[in-house]
């Protein structure tokens, strides 16, 4: 298997990168905050996706599963719905970056690749 790295700079890269960023730093700051296992799990998964999308040859395969970069963003923005319902003792700041971190990454998946929506001009 080969793994190379290489991005090609779109709108679509950027609104993953930087819903995976504030997914990160969301579980960073609900990781402090004491809600520490699921904190963890979303720090591994943002990390996993950020990693998924700059390498090339990404994905990662544990056992039979096949965890690639839409998935990653599937079980992340899942994570960050839990996180939203269980609240924890998080800043009003803290909600914001869930809710912005969830829209981004459900943008990316509807518009980004292997696109579930083609809008030309935007992503074809």
């Not at 190379?4 to 700051?29: C, E, H, N, P, Q």
């Not at 690639?68 to 994570?79: D, K, N, R, S």
């Amino acid at each position: 298997m080969e793994i190379t790295f290489g991005f090609a700079l779109t709108l679509m890269f950027i609104v993953a990168a930087v819903g995976g960023v504030l997914a990160l730093v969301d579980g960073v700051i609900r990781a402090r905050g004491g809600a520490a296992v699921l904190a963890v799990v979303e720090i591994i998964v943002a990390v996993l996706f950020l990693l998924s999308l700059f390498i090339k040859g990404f994905p990662i395969v544990i056992g039979g599963a096949e965890f690639t970069t839409p998935l990653l963003a599937l079980i992340l923005v899942i994570i960050l719905l839990i996180q939203l319902a269980l609240r924890g003792t998080t800043r009003r700041g803290g909600v914001a970056l869930t809710l912005i971190a969830i829209i981004l990454l459900v943008i990316w998946f509807v518009f980004g690749d292997g696109a579930r929506v083609n809008i030309p001009g935007v992503n074809a």
